[in-house]
């Protein structure tokens, strides 16, 4: 049975960094298309990024130029670079697996059932 499991969120002070990391396990990462999701209180779930198994990306406009997402096939794991954050990047952060890479482009009101892997999430809060 797969796995993700996000770890690297915090507390920053607006124009800080993080970088989120998502670890897989139980399916072969290489081939699943992956993105990161956000959501916070009382706001709808966002998808942020993605990356499919050919290394292509997509972002959202909120968060182009300021956030990268990457993968490293040998360690099985998704990361998400985030810079310059504001505060209205606090949210908790999910990442989620698919091999349909099309769930990632459509993924607005997508419940996270919908993926075939999906995150426990963390935390990121940017203070002013």
């Known amino acids: 049975q797969g796995q993700l499991v996000e770890s690297g969120g915090g507390s920053v002070q607006s124009g800080g960094s993080l970088r989120l990391s998502c670890a897989a396990s139980g399916y072969t990462f290489s081939r699943f298309s992956m993105g990161w999701f956000r959501q916070a209180p009382g706001k709808e779930r966002e998808g942020i990024a993605t990356i499919d198994s050919d290394g292509s990306t997509t972002y959202a406009d909120s968060v182009k130029g300021r956030f990268t997402i990457s993968q490293d096939n040998t360690k099985n794991t998704l990361y998400l670079q985030m810079n310059s954050l504001k505060p209205e990047d606090t949210a908790m952060y999910y990442c989620?697996?698919?091999?349909?890479?099309?769930?990632?482009?459509?993924?607005?009101?997508?419940?996270?059932?919908?993926?075939?892997?999906w995150g426990q999430g963390t935390q990121v809060t940017v203070s002013s």
């Open positions: 989620a697996a698919d091999r349909r890479w099309y769930l990632f482009r459509t993924s607005q009101n997508r419940p996270p059932t919908d993926f075939a892997y």
